[in-house]
Each structure stands twice: as C-alpha cells, then as structure tokens.
C-alpha cells in the first residue's frame, strides 16, 4: 500500500514532511484506548455499586432509582470524552494507543494541538461514532486523501506517524573525539577569542580533523605542531613544553569550537 506524507513548510521556509496515519493505525490505537476506558468503566461501575450498597439506607436525594443512573451516565460520559480531551492536549498529542501505535494528533500546520482544537475535534467524536461502532469516522478515514474524520476536518487537525530520529552515523574524527573523550567545555573562549579566528583558521583546523586519521603518525606529529604554533596563540595557550597527545587534544577541541561558528557559513 502506498504511503501518504503531508509536506509542511514552516515560517522559516524549513520543510517538514511527515507519514499521514492511515485506517489500520489509526483503528489499533482506538482499540487499545477503547480497552483501556472499559476497565475504568467497569471499574468506576463496581466501585459505586459498592458505595450505594454501603449507604444503607440511602440519603434523600439518591432514594429514586433514576439519580444513581444518572450519576453513572454523566460520570461515565466525563471519563469517555475527557480521557481523548486531556491526553491529546496534555500528551502532544497522543493518548496512550496513540502512543503506544506510535502517532500522534497535530495542527495541519505542524504545531502541537491546541485546546480549542483538542475540544472541538473531541466533540465532534459523538457524531463521528454515528450511527454506530464509528461507523462514520471509519468511512471518513478510509476516502479521505488526508485520512481524516469530520472531528479532524472541523479543528484542523491531522493524525501523522511519529517522527523518529535517525541515529547519525560518526565520522572516523568524531569517533577519534569521543574515544579521546574530549568536549568544546575543555576550553572556554570568549567572544573576543572566537572573532580572532578567521575563515582561513576554520579552513586550516577542519582539513587537519578530516584527515586526521588517515595521516601517517610522523607526518602527523609534523602538521599538528605547525597548525599549533599557528592557533595556539590565538587563545593565550602556549605549544611550548606540550606532548604531540596533548596539542593534538587542544586542535581538536578548537575545531569542535570552531565547527558551531563556521561549518554553515562557508
């Protein structure tokens, strides 16, 4: 089956593209949460049975038979329509099927739900259901280009996969670097510092980083202690009497400085 992704371009002209969550997702997250409210249903059920059964004999305003059923009614409508309210607003999105399924509910324009929206698109869920097992909202779904319900359609919503982060691959230096255990904090430089370096510096530190493993270790020693003698001054630091580790250590931590002020600039 083909995949259907909804393009989103923000107000910085960044585009966002995201997998629309289709019927069978969709369905295995209802049915989950639906699994979940009948326990508390059943359970909110039991639990006043046993209240009244205790209150012998009943107050007053619970001695007509049609009170305590009211009471369910309404308490059970509460827990039913405000358990999606609250979890799709106060989850990002996601009750907890959603979350387990993996999707999440959004604005058509990328932004979180909204309150305003979360309610509307809630209340709309009773006409959804009609005339009965969501018998509306499935065929919805199911013929809408954007996989939608009327719920969706009225609070400008949209249901989308999770955006899950790719795990980036590591370069032979930034694994050099982690191995190395070194970070930017191992050298503090202020901003007059950092305006010192110059895009020639930048061009220098990042070759010598890329290269680095790949360079012969005599070869190596040789370059890291001219571009030492080159950058070292720059920051107060002095070459003199350092290890090849050492000044080797302190390039690196300068190109992981320089890195954030000049590999999108160039």
Excluded at 42 to 57: D, K, R, W
């Amino acid at each position: 089956m083909k995949e259907d992704y909804l393009d989103i371009k923000t107000p910085e002209y960044v585009a966002i593209q995201f997998q629309i969550a289709g019927l069978g997702s969709r369905a295995a997250a209802f049915i989950i949460d639906q699994a979940l409210l009948m326990l508390v249903n059943i359970l909110s059920i039991v639990v006043l049975y046993f209240v009244m059964v205790g209150m012998e004999p009943l107050p007053v305003f619970l001695s007509h038979s049609s009170f305590p059923v009211a009471i369910v009614i309404i308490g059970l409508f509460i827990i039913n329509w405000g358990y999606f309210f609250f979890f799709e607003f106060f989850s990002g999105g996601r009750t907890l099927g959603k979350k387990i399924v993996g999707i999440r509910v959004i604005q058509e324009n990328g932004h979180s739900i909204t309150l305003l929206a979360s309610f509307i698109r809630n209340l709309i869920r009773l006409i959804d259901s009609l005339p009965t097992a969501y018998f509306l909202g499935i065929i919805m779904i199911f013929f809408h280009p954007k996989h939608k319900r009327l719920g969706d359609l009225v609070a400008g919503t949209i249901v989308v996969h999770e955006r899950k982060a790719k795990k980036k691959k590591l370069t032979p230096i930034e694994k050099e670097i982690n191995l190395r255990g070194l970070s930017q904090n191992n050298l503090l430089l202020d901003e007059w510092t950092l305006k010192s370096f110059t895009s020639k510096d930048w061009k220098l530190v990042s070759t010598y980083a890329n290269r680095f493993t790949q360079l012969p270790l005599k070869e190596r020693n040789q370059l890291t202690k001219q571009i030492a003698d080159i950058l070292l001054p720059k920051t107060g630091l002095d070459s003199a009497g350092k290890t090849e580790r050492e000044l080797e250590d302190m390039i690196l931590i300068i190109y992981l400085i320089l890195k954030d002020e000049w590999e999108f600039e160039l």
